[in-house]
T-cell receptor
Framework: DSGVTQTPKHLITATGQRVTLRCSPRSGDLSVYWYQQSLDQGLQFLIQYYNGEERAKGNILERFSAQQFPDLHSELNLSSLELGDSALYFC?????????????FGPGTRLTVL | AQSVTQLGSHVSVSEGALVLLRCNYSSSVPPYLFWYVQYPNQGLQLLLKYTTGATLVKGINGFEAEFKKSETSFHLTKPSAHMSDAAEYFCAVSDTGNQFYFGTGTSLTVIP
């Protein structure tokens, strides 16, 4: 158990809909990362937050957005969903934002878009 | 731009045999390199990382990796495979902008 929690575990929705994925980092970690893992694209870094501020941006679509709240939990919002958005979405946390810091991954949210 | 290539999407070894998982990277800055393991239905777990200093890095579960700048490689090895090593392994590189780039993964099967 990494100490990172993600909810929900599974999510099934329809095209065009909007969903919110939630992540609670390990106690004391200030940095949160979001990743998308799909069969065709592999594991893709989406975005990083540190203490409420966006720190780094990867291959995140404009239809996707994220935020980190004062209590340090983070939410990833996916809108106008397409079939290709079906994937496993991971959240990870680390103590600080440095690129050498060990990231601890949550168990993921499996999103299925029908 | 940074990128990672993992040669061999599937590797099979016999229990007790040497494990060698290959990773080559491309980086325009001094690379920070990572190996992660993913067990079925779980998130990724850090095995080891190279930042600076000693090029031979030891990680958890008996794994180690050697950073070879001249070959732009960071191959993962373990002298003797155990059944519990069966999993998906990912090599990753990070850049100065805190972005992380992962390889496509290598699925390791251990044959009893």
């Amino acid at each position: 158990d990494s100490g990172v929690t993600q909810t929900p575990k599974h999510l099934i929705t329809a095209t065009g809909q909007r969903v919110t994925l939630r992540c609670s980092p390990r106690s004391g970690d200030l940095s949160v990362y979001w990743y998308q893992q799909s069969l065709d694209q592999g594991l893709q870094f989406l975005i990083q937050y540190y203490n409420g501020e966006e720190r780094a941006k990867g291959n995140i679509l404009e239809r996707f957005s994220a935020q980190q709240f004062p209590d340090l939990h983070s939410e990833l919002n996916l809108s106008s969903l397409e079939l290709g958005d079906s994937a496993l979405y991971f959240c990870a946390s680390s103590a600080s934002p440095g690129r050498t810091d060990t990231q601890y991954f949550g168990p993921g949210t499996r999103l299925t878009v029908l | 731009a940074q990128s990672v290539t993992q040669l061999g999407s599937h590797v099979s070894v016999s229990e007790g045999a040497l494990v060698l998982l290959r990773c080559n990277y491309s980086s325009s800055v001094p690379p920070y390199l990572f190996w992660y393991v993913q067990y079925p239905n779980q998130g990724l777990q850090l095995l080891l990382k190279y930042t600076t200093g000693a090029t031979l890095v030891k990680g958890i579960n008996g794994f180690e990796a050697e950073f070879k700048k001249s070959e732009t490689s960071f191959h993962l090895t373990k002298p003797s495979a155990h059944m519990s090593d069966a999993a998906e392994y990912f090599c990753a590189v990070s850049d100065t902008g805190n972005q992380f780039y992962f390889g496509t993964g290598t699925s390791l099967t251990v044959i009893p």
